[in-house]
């Protein structure tokens, strides 16, 4: 069963760091596309970054320049360094894979490309 597996939100200060880790599990091949999104409530998840196996990346503008997304040399392991977190940053975090393609600038942000989910890990980022 392919399942990911979010870890280490959080709370912090903003201006402060955290790094969120997502591991693939189940997959046999590592994902070709995985990815960050984020929701708070009452509003539509909104992607953050994602990362193509070989490490083309993408961002969404409001990340660009404070978050960086990752993998570990398994492929298996994604992560988002997130620094120079804002209170508008809160929300709870998601990881999400695709293994049908990679992602593109035009794809990257649609949570309907993305089959295979997390269950999220709650970031808190306060004044």
């Known amino acids: 069963q392919k399942v990911l597996v979010e870890s280490w939100g959080g709370s912090v200060e903003a201006g402060g760091s955290l790094r969120l880790s997502c591991r693939a599990n189940?997959?046999?091949?590592?994902?070709?596309?995985m990815a960050w999104f984020r929701q708070v409530p009452g509003k539509e998840r909104e992607a953050v970054a994602a990362h193509n196996t070989f490490s083309t990346t993408y961002y969404s503008v409001p990340v660009e320049g404070r978050f960086t997304i990752s993998r570990d040399r398994s492929e298996f392991v994604l992560y988002l360094q997130m620094m120079g977190l804002k209170i508008e940053d809160t929300a709870m975090y998601f990881c999400?894979?695709?293994?049908?393609?990679?992602?593109?600038?035009?794809?990257?942000?649609?949570?309907?490309?993305?089959?295979?989910w997390g269950q999220g890990t709650q970031v808190n980022v306060s004044s």
């Open positions: 189940g997959f046999y091949w590592a994902p070709d596309c």
């Open positions: 999400a894979a695709r293994t049908d393609r990679y992602c593109y600038s035009d794809t990257f942000a649609k949570a309907e490309e993305f089959p295979y």
